[in-house]
């Protein structure tokens, strides 16, 4: 983590070169930035600037290609298909792919379309009012 070329903040995926576990055969090779449910108000001022608290999400490969293929809400749209299917924020290195569950398909399909509604819903009071989305 320490060597991404950027912020890392909420919405941030990372391939990480390797396993999470460096030391073991994980599928988890990639890594994604949220908000943590556990902390809800990350965001804290001091007089030399913010920081924040936030969750990194260990990810397979497939689940990395399932959040780039999302437009803007990728993210969002796969930490909380980890979290449906069970795992919650916690990174368990030995974890398959959530992309193997029985039930995939009607996760992805319902984070998907709530994002998906999300965004047209932003888009539509943006061309409504452009002052009101900052």
């Not at 924040?52 to 803007?72: H, Q, R």
């Not at 449906?84 to 379309?113: C, F, W």
Request: charged share 20%; aromatic share 10%; net charge negative.
């Amino acid at each position: 983590m320490f060597n991404h070329a950027g912020v890392l903040s909420p919405g941030v995926r990372v391939s990480l070169n390797g396993p999470v576990d460096p030391y073991s055969n994980s599928e988890l090779k990639h890594a994604v930035v949220w908000y943590a449910d556990e902390a809800p108000e990350a965001w804290c001022m001091l007089p030399s600037g913010g920081f924040g608290l936030f969750n990194v999400l260990g990810i397979t490969d497939d689940e990395m290609e399932f959040a780039d293929s999302i437009k803007d809400y990728g993210t969002w749209c796969i930490q909380q298909a980890v979290k449906n299917i069970g795992h919650g924020q916690v990174t368990d290195p030995y974890r398959s792919s959530i992309m193997k569950h029985e039930n995939i398909d009607a996760v992805l399909g319902g984070v998907r379309t709530f994002a998906d509604t999300f965004r047209a819903n932003k888009e539509n009071k943006f061309l409504a009012d452009p002052d009101s989305i900052t």
